[in-house]
Nanobody, 125 residues
Framework: QVQQLESGGGSVQAGGSLRLTCTTP????????MGWFRQVTGKEREGVAI???????SYTDSVKGRFTISKDNAKNALYLQMNSLIPEDTAMYYC???????????????????WGQGTQVTVSS
């Protein structure tokens, strides 16, 4: 069941930037572990970035230094700022959420109970 809505995807050239946004009226982000996963057609979904209730962040190695996850609890919004995009970043990006503290392993899909419908990011060379 879709619980949140993503936006901000699109097509860019390599080296460009995009900012993804996730919002929902269904629950309060400050009480949830939130993050982003992505999926390339034919491959499994992989965790990209996670932010805990305390603001602590985790990133998969391939995006460290290029992507930044953040949230605005007042607006109930989650963001993923993606810079220096490369073609390998092309995927459907999903906003995910888990009530309470983040679980372990933090990039395991089974840790997250709420998933959005996704927003497509396409990076051309």
């Amino acid at each position: 069941q879709v619980q949140q809505l993503e936006s901000g995807g699109g097509s860019v050239q390599a080296g460009g930037s995009l900012r993804l946004t996730c919002t929902t009226p269904r629950y309060t982000f400050s009480e949830y572990c939130m993050g982003w996963f992505r999926q390339v057609t034919g491959k499994e979904r992989e965790g990209v970035a996670i932010i805990g209730r305390d603001g602590r962040t985790s990133y998969t190695d391939s995006v460290k230094g290029r992507f930044t996850i953040s949230k605005d609890n007042a607006k109930n919004a989650l963001y993923l700022q993606m810079n220096s995009l490369i073609p390998e970043d092309t995927a459907m990006y999903y906003c995910v959420a888990r009530g309470g503290a983040c679980g372990r392993p933090i990039f395991s899909r089974s840790q997250y109970e709420f998933w959005g419908q996704g927003t497509q990011v396409t990076v051309s060379s």
